[in-house]
Every structure is written in structure tokens, then in C-alpha cells.
């Protein structure tokens, strides 16, 4: 992800579906990604209403999310601070006050229910605070200013993914990939673009999944024979931890590296 500037990408798949990649992860502190960066959108192909609609209620859901976490973290001292004084209230006062044939296992659950009530009740306070309700609305206008431009580079991209997704099997794709006889030719003028939709792309892998398999691609395209090799390849294209796919847009770049 580039300092100062995200791009979120929108790709139409071959049966009609959207897609939109950004280089970012929801446990990623989603407040300082929109306070300090400049959000723009592009597409291959113009996304529909009902995409975009789909895009910010899910950036709103990281937002009340990052929100809540943050106010979780601000306000966690003073919150437990408190709680044990309600359960220490609590425990002198069954101790004191209420007489019972067996003494201190009422008194701690009493106790640790109220402080457990009084941290849920402050927690939801402090998330609803006049900061938090603030941040929340600077944010979701950040998120409601972000418009999508057309871009070269992006229809490239959704075009060679639809030609991989005619693949009849994942033999078939594979040998598309190291030959790549689409003739389909990216638009690479923009490198930190570039740059960001490989992130966008691996983000969505396991890291040292597609480190390997990366490297295993490489000897394939130089040539390199290995049934072994190709057999574990196509094994993980074809499971389920991976979008061959997009793996396929990933490694039309990395050739081009």
C-alpha cells in the first residue's frame, strides 16, 4: 500500500459477479487507513449501483468496527477501574449485609456479574460517545466522497481474468498461464497501481502459500518439467485456499517483473 494513496479496484468476473480488491485487511486499523490516505476507485467496466452500494456498507462495517476498537482500547483502563470497584462494592456488601450458609461463592458471582454488566454498559457508552458518534461520521463521508474512474490498466486485468475463467480445468489454466498466449497485454504505465493491486491480491492469500507457489510457477514457465512440481501445483489451485483466478492475474504480473 502506497503512503498517501489507495486505490480499490472493481472487476467484473465472467459470469457477471463483482469483485473489488484493496490493499488493506479488515484487522487493519481502518481509521488511520482513511485519515491518512487519498481513496480512489476504478473499474474495467462501469460497476453497477447495487456494487457500490454492497462496497460502502461493507467499508461502514469496518468502520463501526475500527471504532469500536478503538474506543475498546482508549477507554479500557478507566472501564476496568471501575468494574472491579463494582465488583469489590458488590463483595463487601453480600459479605456485610447478606448472611448466607455458604460464604464467598455467592458474594464472587455476584460480584463478577455486576462488574462484567457494568463493563458491557460502560463500553457501550464510550462507543456511542459524542468522539466516537463524531469519528464515525467523518469516516463514512470519507468513505461516501470516493468516486470510480475508468482505468486502462483495470480493463486489462478484467479482461484477462474472464479469459482465465473460461479455462475447461485447472490443467488447462495452468498451461495458459505459462504460456499466456491471450494476447492480452497490461497497461503498466502507472506502476504504483500496479503495485497496489498485487497487495490487493496477496492479501487475500496466505503469505507464505503464495510465496511458494510463486516461486514454483517461476521454474514452470523457465521450463522446468517436475511432476512433482505441477502436480502440487495444480493440488492447491484447485483447493479451496486460493481464487485460481485472481492467482492468475497475480502471475501475468510477476512475469512481467
Given at each position: 500500500m502506497s503512503e498517501g494513496k489507495i486505490t480499490i479496484f472493481h472487476i467484473y468476473r465472467k459470469d457477471g459477479s463483482s469483485i473489488f480488491l484493496y490493499p488493506f485487511t479488515p484487522k487493519q486499523n481502518l481509521i488511520d487507513i482513511l485519515d491518512s490516505n487519498e481513496i480512489a476507485g476504478v473499474y474495467g467496466r462501469e460497476p453497477r449501483v447495487e456494487s457500490l452500494t454492497m462496497l460502502r456498507n461493507e467499508l461502514y462495517r469496518l468502520i463501526e468496527q475500527s471504532v469500536r476498537d478503538w474506543s475498546s482500547e482508549k477507554k479500557f483502563i478507566p472501564r476496568f477501574l471501575l468494574s472491579t470497584a463494582v465488583f469489590l462494592l458488590l463483595y463487601f456488601i453480600m459479605s456485610v449485609v447478606i448472611r448466607d450458609?455458604?460464604?464467598?461463592?455467592?458474594?464472587?458471582?455476584?460480584?463478577?456479574?455486576?462488574?462484567?454488566?457494568?463493563?458491557?454498559?460502560?463500553?457501550?457508552?464510550?462507543?456511542?460517545?459524542?468522539?466516537?458518534?463524531?469519528?464515525?461520521?467523518?469516516?463514512?463521508?470519507?468513505?461516501?466522497?470516493?468516486?470510480?474512474?475508468?482505468?486502462?490498466?483495470?480493463?486489462?486485468?478484467?479482461?484477462?481474468?474472464?479469459?482465465?475463467?473460461?479455462?475447461?480445468?485447472?490443467?488447462?489454466?495452468?498451461?495458459?498461464?505459462?504460456?499466456?498466449?491471450?494476447?492480452?497485454?497490461?497497461?503498466?504505465?502507472?506502476?504504483?497501481?500496479?503495485?497496489?493491486?498485487?497487495?490487493?491480491?496477496?492479501?487475500?492469500?496466505?503469505?507464505?502459500?503464495?510465496?511458494?507457489?510463486?516461486?514454483?510457477?517461476?521454474?514452470?514457465?523457465?521450463?522446468?518439467?517436475?511432476?512433482?512440481?505441477?502436480?502440487?501445483?495444480?493440488?492447491?489451485?484447485?483447493?479451496?485456499?486460493v481464487d485460481p483466478f485472481l492467482f492468475a492475474v497475480y502471475t501475468k504480473i510477476i512475469q512481467r517483473d
Open positions: 450458609p455458604i460464604p464467598m461463592i455467592d458474594e464472587i458471582i455476584v460480584g463478577f456479574a455486576g462488574a462484567v454488566a457494568s463493563y458491557i454498559i460502560l463500553a457501550k457508552r464510550d462507543s456511542d460517545s459524542k468522539t466516537a458518534t463524531a469519528m464515525k461520521v467523518r469516516l463514512r463521508t470519507k468513505v461516501d466522497e470516493i468516486v470510480f474512474n475508468e482505468d486502462n490498466f483495470t480493463k486489462d486485468v478484467e479482461q484477462y481474468l474472464q479469459v482465465c475463467e473460461t479455462s475447461t480445468d485447472m490443467e488447462h489454466l495452468l498451461r495458459n498461464m505459462t504460456k499466456d498466449e491471450s494476447g492480452i497485454m497490461f497497461d503498466y504505465s502507472d506502476r504504483q497501481k500496479v503495485n497496489e493491486l498485487m497487495d490487493s491480491i496477496r492479501m487475500m492469500f496466505d503469505d507464505s502459500d503464495i510465496k511458494k507457489h510463486e516461486k514454483m510457477f517461476r521454474k514452470l514457465t523457465l521450463g522446468d518439467d517436475s511432476a512433482v512440481g505441477k502436480t502440487r501445483m495444480l493440488k492447491w489451485m484447485s483447493s479451496r485456499k
